[in-house]
Each structure stands twice: as C-alpha cells, then as structure tokens.
C-alpha cells in the first residue's frame, strides 16, 4: 500500500476549500474548483484527497505557512490543530504555563476561560473541520458514486481502505470533541449540504457512534509497517478504542475497563517496542521509531506551518542563554515553561529529566516556582521537543521542524495496562509491574528506579504518566479521569487564578461550547456552568 505521507495537497485543497464560519453548519456546501468528473480520474486523486484530511491535523490552511487559512477570527498560526490541542490539554495543568498575553491564552493557564475563548473557539472548528472533509470523502468514495465513474475493481480495494482511514480520522476528532465538548452535533456524511442545523448528540450518542465505527473499521485498515508510517493502521484503531474506552466512565457513567484491557492488549501484542533510545521519540528521526504508533507528520519542506511541531520546537526555549542552534532552530520564542508541581515530580537519577534547563551558572537562573506567569526565568524550561536529530544532525529548516509528533506510542499503553489491572479491567499484577519498570529502567539507565507491586497504585500510575508523557497533551483528561482535575483534590500553581492555587468549579471539566456556534445553531444547549 502507497504510503499518504508528507504529500502537497494542491488537489485535495481545490476538492475541500471549507469555509470556517459555522461548521457544523451542513447548509454550507464545501467550495470547489474542480468537478467530480474532471478530478477522480485515477487512484491518485483520492489518495491526495485521504492525504488533506491527515495534513488537517497538521497545517493550517491551503498554502503554507500562512495566508489562506482554514479558520477564521484568529490567527492562522493559532488555529492549527495540533497546537490548540496541546494548549487545551496542558495549560489548564500542573504541567505548563505559557507567558504570551495573546487575548484568551492567559486564562487557559489559569482556567478563567469563556464561552468566547478564542482558543476553544477554534478547536471547536478544527474538529469540525476535518469532519467535514472526512465526510466529503466518504460521500465521494460511495459504491455508487465509484460505478459512476466506471472505477476499476482494482482501485475499488484500495479505496475501501481510504474509507475506513478517512472514518478512522473522523473518530479521532469526535473523540477530541466528546473529551472537550461533551455534547456535540453528530455531523455524518449522510447530512448533505442543505440540511436543517444539525441537532445536539448527547455525549454518550457521540461515544456510541465513535466506538462503533471503530469497531467496525479496524480490521480493514492496514497492519502497521514501514511503509504505513503516518497513517492509520490497525495499532491506531485499536489505541483509539482503548482510549475511548478508558475514558468511558468520564463521557457516559460506566466504566469500560475491561474492553480497555482487550484493546490495550491489542497494541501491545502489535509489531511495537520500546524505543532503546527515548530522547528519539522527540527528534527528527522519530519516524524511525519502532515506538511510535500514529504521529502527526510534520516536515520543514512540505507541512510548514505556525502551529504544530514549529509552535512546540520554538516556544519551548527562550532566554538570553538558550540558543536556538541547540535544538535545531533560527531562535527561541520564550513560551511555555513547567508548573513547579511537573518539575518536582522527577527523582533523582531520572534522565527524562535530560532536556530541563534551569539556567543555573548563567547569571539568568530560572526558578521552580512560577512566581509571574508572564516572566520566562519564573518557572524551568523544558524543551523535550527538538529539530534535531537525536544524533545531533539538525533538520532540513531552520524555522519549521521535521519531527513528528507522536500522538498515540507504545510508553502510553504500558501504563494504560497498569491502569486498567488496577481499576479491575483484567491483566495480572506481574505484568503490570513488568511494564511499568521498563519504562523506569529505560528512564534510569538500569534498575535503580525500579518499584515494588506494593508501590503500584493508582496514584503512582497517574504521577509516572505525568513523567512519561510530559507535555505529549495527555494531562488534562488524565487528571479528570483520576478525579484530580476540579475540586479540591488537588491543588497546583495558578490552578483558577492564584499563584497558591484553589479548587476549579465542577463544570470546568468541560470546555464551553462556541458563543458564536450558539448564535449560528438554535439546537445547541451551552454546557452547565458558562
């Protein structure tokens, strides 16, 4: 199978320029240069257009960097998928604060947002955007619409696999929304252009429908291999699942831990490993990583973008003392920082703690404690993400990265599997220890960071994610799923709004819908509390 990666999407962006104002909004057709005749000739056209629904995870309009973008009212930069994912994720956090005073970024340290945030605003659009270009797909890839155009039986199979790739990536977005949202519009392919506003799903609707498309996909997307790098395979589906299934206590009231188990076991049994070397995992030779299960792909020649692994590589250093030639880069923006709960979360002997920079010697130190979020020396940096190579080759742009971002990686599911023993889905406790003390050892370097069965509880599992998966947009729906997000709980740095930190209000477990949405759509409700 013909790998849909690092593609120009001249093609696709003619198929599926949609408009960004109102997007569940099915009255609105999506814009076309071309017609269907003239542009599904061969097998081609619809790999470039399968291959636009994967780069809107990744870039931000129909040219790049910038200058056509895909969301309005913010700019483009801002709006890109990725970025607004992990800024929604961590900010809220113990786990980073970033210092920028770009209007609607400071209350997302704090948790002082609203329904007019810009930032949730255009991740509410984002999800709705590939939606809809993953519908557009699915209606133009119909048996019907193949027989049409006299499609080859030969193409038809591989066609069928774009199919279940494009719902895949539907899935994943619905996922997104339902974590974010909670109840959402269920916009499908069938909701043609000039249907009524789609009405409210409840979340568990939503839960439903993503869990049986996957369910029902993941067989016929294809097994992972070199030549499937950065698509959606079989491990992917099955992530996904695992995913949705661990959370599905927080999205619908009944746990599903035991199918969790099932599909965790699923990835685990799949032809991954653990990278020998994790710092790679960060780096521009990523893709060779026998660890990663599904990245967003990023390329400082062909994907360039604002947001995405530019916004992560560049944001993360700062000071007159951090260079950008040391990760790879044209000059660090002064961003993102940890909280000092993150930081004080390492041992001793730690070497994920590799990449931390304190600043120590310099004359310019930075201190643990946060004590301004707006000054870059309050807080330690820790640019994990890098334009370099883990060999220490820089990448082909100075400016825009060529490292993935590995969304889904086996780490995760080692310690999903430790969970989910824990919380009665099933597994063993040897095995669960086994996993989790690999992880561990790779991190120490041997067995001195390795833990006893009568360490492994629930609260260890949570803290060991929080060192494992620092900043890969994990934290905010790990902490809501272990109960640690709103209340009192937990406290943290500038959690709702002071430096001591106090309790969030329950209904900041979900982020607002739109106020611009609920103008657009009478059938939306807003989520209690805003």
Known sequence: MTKITRYTFALAGALVALGATGCTDTTVEPSSTATETNAFGDLGAYRALLA?????????????????????????GFSQYLRIYWEAQELPTDEAVIGWGDVGLPELNTGEWSSSNPFLVAMYYRVYFQVAMANEFLRQTTDSKLSERNVPSGLRTNIQTFRAEARFLRALSYWHAIDFFGAVPLVKEDALP????????????VYDFVVAELEDIKDDLPVASPGTYGRATQGAAHMLLAKVYLNAEVYTGTPQYAAAMTETQ???????????TWIRLFRTDNKNSPEVIFPIIQDGQTTRTWGGMTFLVHAGCGGNEMQGATYGIDGCWWGY????????????????????????????PQSVAVNSIGDWYSGISAPKFSNLSSTGTPGSNGTHPDTDFPMFR????????????????????????????????????????????????????????????LFEAHRRQDLIRFSQFTGNTYIWAWKNGTQAGSAYPA?????????????????LTQNTGY
Do not use: C
């Open 337 to 364: 920082r940890m909280k000092p709960e993150a930081f004080n979360r390492y041992g001793a002997g730690d070497n994920r703690t590799s990449f931390f920079w304190d600043g120590q010697g310099t004359g310019n």
């Open 410 to 469: 086996l780490a995760d599911a080692y310690l999903m599997y430790a969970e989910l023993f824990l919380r009665g889905g099933g597994g063993t406790q040897q095995q669960a220890l086994d996993y989790v003390n690999l992880l561990r050892q790779r991190a120490y370097g041997d067995n001195s960071g390795d833990i006893t069965a009568g360490q492994l509880d629930l609260q260890f599992v949570l803290d060991e994610r929080g060192r494992e998966l």
């Open 507 to 523: 209904h900041l477990n979900l982020y607002p819908l739109p106020a611009s949405e609920l103008v657009a759509n009478p059938n």
């Open 266 to 276: 699923a990835v685990i049994a799949g032809p991954y490993s653990l990278d020998p």
């Open 52 to 76: 636009k629904v994967y780069a809107g995870l990744a870039v931000t309009g129909q040219q790049g960097p910038a200058g056509n973008g895909d969301i309005e009212g913010i700019d483009e």
């Open 194 to 205: 000039g249907s009524p506003p789609p009405k409210q799903a409840t979340r568990q609707e």
